[in-house]
């Protein structure tokens, strides 16, 4: 995907690397998904690209068959109250 954006861009992985503060080597390793690529490396490519890194909470599932009305209507109560998209 980075590397797309950064082909999209018309940018060349020494003028990517040089806007990231990272070197060339670096930034082929993480085009390339490599692991051991330290987190941080990632998000200055990213940063360098205009590309947005956004973490959601994964979605819970709970099994309401065996709850109580007062434990349903409890559970309906808390997730009005939250932003869930």
Do not use: H, N, W
Request: glycine content about 8%; overall charge positive; some cysteine.
């Amino acid at each position: 995907m980075l590397r797309a954006e950064r082909r999209k861009l018309g940018l060349t992985q020494a003028q990517l690397a040089a806007r990231a503060g990272i070197g060339r080597q670096k930034l082929i390793e993480v085009e390339q998904g490599k692991p051991g690529v330290a987190f941080a490396t990632y998000v200055a490519a990213m940063s360098a690209l205009g590309v947005e890194f956004s973490v959601k909470p994964r979605l819970v599932r709970v099994d309401c068959s065996s709850m109580t009305p007062d434990e349903s209507a409890f559970l309906d109560r808390l997730v009005d109250t939250m932003a869930i998209e």
